[in-house]
């Protein structure tokens, strides 16, 4: 028996998808929705790629917050990229690095695997 080891865990991947921050940050007081957020991405992050270290690019911070504090978006959409740690002393082989996708409507977008570029 193998354990919970995967080669897919181990491949470079992108894919575009839709956090629905609205139902993350439900019933946070107004003062901590836009930090919640930032931090409901993250979590969103690691589950979705299966990595610990999540790194947010600031076009994505900015657009977390670019309502305010308290009137964060309701969705947003998310480039997630797994990539290679090519720091020597680093603890995971692989990060996740999130970045902004903007998009015109949400209406049917769906799971995406993008291409790398």
Do not use: C
């Not at 999540?54 to 959409?77: F, Y």
């Amino acid at each position: 028996m193998q354990g919970k080891t995967r080669s897919a865990l181990q491949d470079v991947v992108t894919r575009e998808y839709t956090v629905h921050l609205h139902k993350l940050v439900h019933g946070r007081s107004f003062k901590k929705r836009a930090p919640h957020a930032v931090k409901s991405v993250i979590t969103f992050a690691q589950k979705a790629m299966g990595t610990k270290d999540v790194r947010i690019d600031p076009k994505l911070n900015q657009a977390l917050w670019a309502r305010g504090v308290k009137s964060v978006p309701h969705r947003i959409r998310v480039k997630l990229e797994r990539k290679r740690n090519d720091e020597e002393d680093a603890k995971e082989k692989l990060y996740t690095y999130a970045s902004h996708v903007h998009v015109a409507t949400f209406k049917g977008l769906q799971t995406a695997v993008v291409d790398a570029e």
